[in-house]
C-alpha cells in the first residue's frame, strides 16, 4: 500500500524485523526432525549460515572452524588477509586505534595493495582445512583477480558491493558485464547487495546461484545514513523472494535470496527465513567469537573507503566461542548464541520440516512483540531488555 507523503510523491510502508513476528501453525514438531540445509550450485550445506567477508570477522582459520560445523565463511579477497603476510599485526593496530581516529587509521591501514600471491595463499590454506572456499571480491576488481583464486582452488565466488545492479552504467566503458561474466566461471556465483523486487530479479537473470539482499542494515554500516539508501529487511527479503518465484516461472531455475545483515539473534534469523530468505550472511553476531580476527572490533566493507567512507569501527563483546555462537550450546538467554539452535526450535515449534516450508510461514505486524509484558526485563537489563 502506497502512502502519499506529498503533492507528487508516494512511498511504500517497509518493514524490519523488530516490526513483524512468526505464527505458530496448527502443527509441532520434533527439533531433531527438522532440516536446515540448503543447495548452493552443486555444494549441499548443512547450516543456511553464511560468514560476511569482513576482516574482523572471517579468517583463514574461522572460515575453516565454520565450514566444520556445517557453514561457509566468505573471506574478503581485497581485505587485511589479501594485502599483509602478517595480517595479524595489522589487525591490532586497528584494535588499538584510538576511536576518534578509527576511520582515518583504517583508510591508511587498507592503503596497501592486494598481494594475488596472497589471495592464493589464504585460498589454498582454507582448502588445505577440508571445508569448501569462499572468497568476496568488489564488482570493480573481480576480474582482477578472480583467475588467481580460481587456480588456487576457490570453490565460491562472491561478487559484493553496497549495491550491485545488473545494468551498471559507466562513461569509461569498463563496466562489468554480469550475465556474460557469470556464464563462463566454473564455481557457483553470488551476487549483492540489493534491496528491490526489480534488482533482484535482474541480478538473478545473470545466472548467479544467490543473491545477496540487504543495503545498509549491518551494526557496523552507516550506509543509510551517509546515502539515504536502503530498505527495511523484512521488506527486501520478501521482495527479492517474489522476484525469486518470477524467476523460476521464467527459467525453471531456482535462485537461493540470502539475506545479508541486521540480524543479531537466532529469533532475526528465523524472521528472515520466513520472509523468504534461503540463507543468512551475518558479521557482527560472529565477530563476537573468541577466535575472530577483529579482537574485539567489527567494521564493514565500506569503512575504510578512501574518499567516502560508509561504516564505523564497532566494539564488540567477544564472550563465547565460534562454535557456541553457531550451535551452541547456549549460557545466555538474550538469543544471541546456538544461532541454528534457535532456527531449528522456531521451525519446529511452528511446525515446519524444512527451509522452503518455514519461507510459508504466516508472519503479522507485531509492535509490541518485543515488550509486550517485558516490562520487568526492561527495567533490569536482562533477558529480552
Known amino acids: ?33 527438522v532440516d536446515i540445509g540448503w543447495k548452493l550450485g552443486p555444494h549441499l550445506l ?38 599483509y603476510e602478517n595480517a595479524g599485526r595489522e ?17 591508511k591501514i587498507y592503503a596497501a595493495p ?16 577440508g571445508v569448501l572456499a569462499a572468497g568476496s571480491l568488489t564488482p570493480q576488481r573481480v576480474r582482477d583477480y578472480y583467475e588467481v583464486a580460481l587456480e588456487a582452488g576457490l570453490d565460491v565466488l562472491v561478487i559484493q558491493g553496497t549495491v550491485v545492479s545488473a545494468e551498471h552504467v559507466s562513461s569509461n566503458g569498463k563496466a562489468l558485464n554480469l550475465k556474460e561474466f557469470i556464464a563462463e566461471l566454473p ?54 523472494a517474489a522476484a525469486r518465484v518470477q524467476h523460476l516461472l521464467e527459467t525453471g531455475k531456482y535462485v537461493n535470496v540470502i539475506a545479508d545483515g541486521g540480524m543479531r539473534t537466532g529469533g532475526d534469523i528465523a524472521k528472515a527465513i520466513a520472509c523468504g530468505a534461503d540463507a543468512v550472511m551475518v558479521g557482527s553476531p560472529l565477530a563476537r567469537a573468541k577466535e575472530a580476527p577483529g579482537r574485539g572490533f567489527h567494521w564493514g566493507m565500506a569503512t575504510f573507503h578512501p ?32 544461532l541454528m539452535g534457535a532456527l531449528r526450535t522456531s521451525m519446529a515449534t511452528c511446525g515446519y520440516e524444512s527451509i522452503h516450508d518455514f519461507q510459508k510461514a504466516e508472519v503479522m505486524l507485531a509492535p509490541a512483540i518485543k515488550t509486550e509484558g517485558k516490562s520487568l526485563q526492561q527495567a533490569q537489563r536482562v533477558g529480552m531488555g
Open 1 to 33: 500500500m502506497e502512502i502519499e507523503i506529498g503533492r507528487g510523491k508516494k512511498a511504500r510502508q517497509a518493514y524490519g524485523f523488530d516490526d513483524i513476528a512468526i505464527v505458530p501453525s496448527r502443527r509441532t514438531r520434533d527439533p531433531q526432525d
Open 114 to 129: 592486494v598481494d594475488s600471491e596472497l589471495i592464493a595463499a589464504r585460498i589454498r590454506e582454507i582448502k588445505e582445512g
Open 307 to 338: 574518499t567516502l567512507p560508509r561504516g564505523a569501527r564497532v566494539a564488540v563483546e567477544q564472550n563465547a566461542t565460534l562454535e557456541e555462537i553457531v550451535v551452541g550450546p547456549a549460557r545466555e538467554n538474550d538469543g544471541t548464541l546456538n
Open 187 to 240: 564455481v557457483p556465483v553470488i551476487v549483492g547487495g540489493c534491496a528491490s523486487y526489480q534488482t533482484a530479479l535482474h541480478l538473478m537473470r545473470t545466472g548467479a546461484e544467490g543473491v545477496l539482499v540487504g543495503v545498509g542494515p549491518g551494526q557496523a554500516c552507516t550506509t543509510r545514513g551517509v546515502l539515504g539508501v536502503g530498505v527495511p529487511q523484512a521488506t527486501a527479503i520478501a521482495d527479492a
Open 91 to 107: 589487525l591490532e593496530k586497528i584494535a588499538r586505534l584510538p576511536k576518534e581516529r578509527a576511520t582515518s587509521g583504517l583508510q
Open 46 to 83: 548443512e547450516l543456511p549460515l553464511l560468514a560476511s567477508a569482513m576482516d574482523g570477522v572471517v579468517s583463514p582459520r574461522i572460515a575453516i572452524e565454520l565450514g566444520q560445523l556445517g557453514g561457509l565463511g566468505v573471506l574478503n579477497l581485497e581485505g587485511i588477509f589479501a594485502r
